[in-house]
């Protein structure tokens, strides 16, 4: 591949300042229409709108028509805007190339068409620069994005992004606006591991990010649709379906090296900073994952219901061990199977959850009232030495009553004990309190509760 950069030209007016805040890159692929105008837009907005020092790059991805000597022309009018050709197509290529080779704090790039509204620019890149975030992304998917575009591009973008949560596990919510942007220390070390030069650059490089523990910054924006893009969108879907199977490989295989751009992320800000740089797993490690968080949650639940059961009836038993479980299982998936460590988007998550615990609650909460009224009969647990286990069973001569009346502390023959917190009609708590079969029945024999209908048969 060779290129054209009018940096390399000792007498070009197209050179940005040392140490500039920003650089945007213009991707073009015979863009002689729309670049002009695009360029003379946008150089107006930040003399005037941006509170940073900024510079244009228009990046030529070997056009057929004028684009590149238009280009010239706007770097030679413009000292802020430089142009740069390759002889290759690619918008990721175009982007490795100009993004590598900035000398700026971030970078950004945004598509010539201008879509998206530059009031978006400053919010975009204030956490990059302040070090906050590594990357940033505009999202036309967000509750409060204004977005005009057609049934089909919409149907087309949510398909793709539910397919990246679905089977890469990410967070952010739209991988396809043209409009990002990456600290520029941040690209040297990603962008290497980077492999797509097309279209899925956005994805991919939003993927590795996130899977190494980065922090990537989303803003709503105001987006209307170019009615004459140039992309194709049937070509462009195909090609990144099969980057998302490349990288699931890759995850699954462990061929992508994440390991040395986690250490490199822990020592430069990770770890100093109070953030642990971890991410999510593969698909394997996260199903994995998942399902070990379950399991350990089932557990929990059957103890701790086992324990508030020495305490109170078996409906807010079960309330309490689902609603502790319920807000354990939800933290610990968004730490062990999602990567997620910041407090950002934590509400949202256990107010998921808690649509689950409600839904588990009905069920079981159902099951328990279902056994009480409909197998009555059925054993229940040992309550009279404040251990559970030991189960009642019908025996002709299990009733104690000791000398002189009944056993102190004990109700009389047929009167029910007072029904304990939460419990209802059918309730063990409501049973008639006896003594194991096979047990001494003398005072201080071990009571447990058993259905009524076996204390009368006694």
Known sequence: MTFTDTLSRPTSTGSPVAGTALDIVIPVYNEQKDLPGAVTRLHEFLAVDFPWSATITIADNASTDLTWTI????????????????????????????????????????????????????????????GHSELAIGSRLSKSSRVVRGPKREFISRTYNLILHG??????????????????????RLIPLIEDNNWFFDTEMLVLAQRAGMRIHEVPVDWVDDPDSTVHIVGTATEDL????????????????????????????????????????????????????????????????????LMMGPQISNLLSLLITQIWNTSANRKHTF???????????????????????????????????????????????????????????ALHHPPGGHQPGLPARGRPPPPLLGSFPGDPSHATIGVRPGRDHSAGATPCLRAPDQASSS
Request: one cysteine or more; aromatic letters at 6%.
């Open 339 to 397: 990567g997620l460590n910041s407090r950002e988007g934590m509400l949202k998550h256990q107010a998921s959850g808690l649509v689950a615990f409600g839904v588990g609650l009905a069920l079981t909460s159902g099951s328990l009232w279902g056994l009480h009224h409909w197998a009555a009969s059925a054993p229940r647990w040992d309550r009279g030495d404040g251990a559970p286990g030991g189960q009642c069973h019908r025996h002709p001569g």
């Open 242 to 309: 099969k980057g998302v199977a490349r990288l699931m490989k890759g995850f699954i295989s462990g061929s992508i090296p994440l390991a040395r751009l986690r250490a490199g992320l822990a020592h430069d800000s990770g770890t100093a900073a109070g953030r642990p740089a971890t991410a999510p797993k593969g698909l394997t490690g996260q199903l994995v994952s998942f399902g070990l968080v379950g399991v350990i949650s089932t557990l929990a639940y059957y103890v701790i219901y086992l324990i508030a059961r």
């Open 71 to 130: 280009a010239t022309q706007l770097a030679g009018r413009f000292p802020e805007v430089r142009a740069v050709h390759l002889d290759e197509k690619g918008r990721g290529r175009a982007l490795k190339r100009t993004w590598l080779a900035s000398d700026a704090q971030v970078c950004c790039y945004m598509d010539v068409d201008l879509s998206t509204d530059l009031r978006a620019l400053a919010p975009l890149v204030a956490p990059l620069l302040s």
């Open 167 to 188: 089977i890469l596990g990410v967070s952010f919510s739209d991988a396809q606006c043209g409009f990002k942007a990456i600290r520029a220390d941040v690209a040297q």
